[in-house]
């Protein structure tokens, strides 16, 4: 869709009101929206402006984190919501490193925070299977899917998962769930020097 479009919508604007807003004719915002014309440059910082949305989101063909993306700042705009604290985690993705995770007062912030985590996941984990065309280890893909089907919340699986983690060196050594999650790793690795893994 659409991102001139899409935030019309979600601000309940009519492309007549655009209109008078900008001093323009109302086909010229139907052009906008059709992708029949850009959106001339001169117009972007004044959008930005009057939707406090980036300027990049109005004239591209949005994606679903786009979306959300533009969902959670018209949140802000209308619940002006206070960060009533920070939680620490470590943070697996573009940068790998603990990062202060803010937790709103209002817990639509939360939820749009959580759909925004969910919605880059699922984007990996696409690419991730995208990466080679006839992939080898495609029924691997398919149990992890079946397992997050089926058991999401077995204690086995995440501290399984979290293993492989700190094997691989996904998760650095220092970043740890505590005495227990540390006896079970032990054990682990144990099994894979003993199979030469």
Wanted: glycine content about 2%.
């Amino acid at each position: 869709m659409n991102g001139l479009n899409f935030i019309l919508n979600l601000y309940d604007m009519q492309y007549i009101k655009l209109a008078e807003i900008l001093g323009i004719n109302k086909q010229n915002i139907t052009m906008w929206v059709k992708g029949k014309q850009n959106i001339p440059k001169k117009y972007l910082p004044i959008l930005e402006e009057l939707f406090n949305i980036n300027r990049e989101y109005f004239s591209k063909e949005l994606t679903e984190i786009d979306k959300l993306e533009i969902q959670k700042e018209k949140l802000k705009q209308d619940l002006k919501p206070i960060i009533s604290k920070e939680q620490s985690e470590f943070s697996i993705g573009e940068v790998n490193d603990i990062i202060k995770k803010p937790i709103y007062d209002k817990e639509e912030m939360n939820t749009i925070e959580r759909k925004i985590e969910k919605a880059r996941l699922a984007q990996r984990f696409k690419e991730c299977m995208d990466i080679v065309d006839e992939n080898p280890y495609i029924d691997t893909y398919k149990l992890i899917v079946e397992l997050m089907e089926k058991v999401p919340h077995e204690i086995v699986l995440h501290k399984t998962i979290e293993a492989l983690s700190h094997y691989y060196k996904i998760i650095p050594d220092c970043v740890s769930k505590g005495a227990e999650q540390d006896d079970f790793e032990e054990e682990i690795m144990e099994v894979f020097a003993n199979n030469e893994y």
